[in-house]
């Protein structure tokens, strides 16, 4: 891993084990490196699942056969694989995720289809299957593993290892949530857009908890962009082992289920800021906050134009207080605007209202806001009541040095 | 003017007058600095004008200006401030295009109406009237100057000054165009997207000229992009003074009509490649041709997705043949699109074919042509006839010194 990003948190958390899920990692050398990069969950009977995955057009053989599984609703295991993305590589892509599939239904006794595989990095070089099979022979008996470890085997340009929990009270049961995630660059919202696994021991049906998981994704991993570059690889699955033996929730109307929800949400949260926060060459965290616009899915479209505007995020990056920039990409998201109704904040001072920068407007306070590492845009459209948050990192020279030669 | 970008022309054409123009510079001094930054062009009676503008919904107020004038037709006059946008500036800045247009009609005993106007540079302070006015008084009494004093002083961060000429027979009579354009961020398409003035000695109906401005703008200016950035202020115009004597166009079935269309459509391609030359931190010149589409507009859209990723953008920075990254573009960018029909190539040399790389690809072609100032990259759909091209540069290192702390 290169440098730990400035805006990591200071330590990977202490998070809880969840019955019936045990993780162990291996190395399967996909790449040239001494390091563990095949990661195995293996997942108690009866566990289910739920699942997002990218809106790419081109995905990769692992997101088809994920997206084929997600709605049959059982889970026995995960098997993720760092290095290499199997993304357009044909028949000879599809044809190694059908051989890890079925390597470790033959293993656990299950339905290939309990079987979910991720994998990430380059694009374009088949997965030598070779190396998976050796990977997953390795992995099958090496002693189970924490979190963190998991966490640090499914990152690739991560400058540091994600993960987060959460809990909630279903009935007079507690139940834990944990989740770990990859990514830092090509991050771009319009779904999961990075790799994330979430883990409950909480009893749940599966068409409910892909309900939930697709209300706390809109919320959250869709509402962070880093680049604007949409992967072909992106997945968040939701494993719910049933251990806590919990009175297994059904419908929202259950008791315990809106805690759950809160719970979930605030999981997905965690984790999305935590990506954003490894944002390739990110030095600042930046929240947008848009009210007042014609409607819910327009504030976020304007938003998102000014969390993708490169003349944006590296104002932000050079900490200067250029709102005019915020205007234009205001401007040129294309949704309802009226120019001389628009307000523009940094932090909690007014820079401009109706149109203008405000009367005696200071740019003190607004230069101190950008000097840490923080850093909040509120811009309010004036026309109705659709409001959106987004989040994204600011563009630096390190952006350029990462990605002017990653693969090389 | 900053280092002169590798990518420009080795001088400035040599350009002809265009009979019924005549250019003046002054200094209003509207930034801190000791050059010429209004541009005064004074145009013969009868002159018509055509127009196309930014489509930000926050543009300035010149180019509402301009909107409500170009319809009018006729043109006796263009001013063009460098160094403030006058953008985002409320009733003041109205006022300051009111004043100017004033002073200007006054001067020359015309209409308001028959003065153009645009102005550029920072957004959010009011152009100062006092400046404008004193700098319009020091340019009527000015010599007349020459194309480059103009195309330099209409420029702000351009690393170098832009013009470019065309020249077409209508009947037996030679028709001559000059055009001078300034940009290089902020610069993305849907629109002008830059400040253009086009100059011509024809006479054309206005009504024409609009539609042969609108179709040339369609495949040219529209199709450039720095940064996916949209001004609020671009503005490209076309004057035509009528003094070359030939006989009026009037329509496209009109002989001549033809020729002065590809001259136009020429000149403008010219002028759109001069400013992706000088995108700001550039140092690749890249064509992106799309095939095989949908359609033409989802050609379009896809070419721009790939124009427009930063992680495309960086690679070709980098000199890495990573065609993976073309096809996330391709998946992003919301087109029809089939996974295993995509083929892609470099410059000649096919990369990648019906979902995969190529047989025994060899990358020793592909890193030659990287290695060059100019890329070109090509991407069949295999889905239909739809075709488009658009041009960009890459991202680098420059961009970020440029961007982060332009203002300050």
Redesign the interface.
Known sequence: MTQRSPLAPEAFPDLPPIAGVTMRVARARYKNWDRCDLTYAELAEGTVVAGVT??????SPEVEWCRDAIPLGSARALVVNAGN?N???????RAAVEAIAAKVANHLGCLPSDVFISSTG?????LPVDKAEAGLEAAFTAPACGWEEAANTIGTTDTYAKGARASAMIGSTRVELVGIIKGS??I?P?MATMLGYIFTDAAIEPKLLQQMLSAANKRTFSCITV??????SDTVLAFATGKAGNAPLASMDDAGADAFQAALGDLCLQLAHLVVRDGEGASKFIEINVEGADSDASAHRIALSIA????VK??I????A????V??????????????K?SIRFGVTQV?S????VEGYDEAPVAAHLKGQDIEIGVDLGLGEGRATVWTCD???G???I??????
Chains 1, 2 share one sequence.
């Open positions: 990218t809106q790419s057009k081109c995905p993305a993304a357009f590589t044909g028949h000879r892509g380059v694009i374009g070089v088949p660059g090509m771009a319009d680049d604007s570059d949409t992967s072909t993708n505007s490169p003349l590296t104002a990056a050079g900490q200067d250029n709102w005019g920039r205007v234009m990409a205001v401007g040129k998201a294309g949704e309802p605007a009226d120019r001389d628009l401009a109706a149109g203008l920068a563009l630096t020279h952006y350029i040095s990605n002017a030669d990653y693969r090389s």
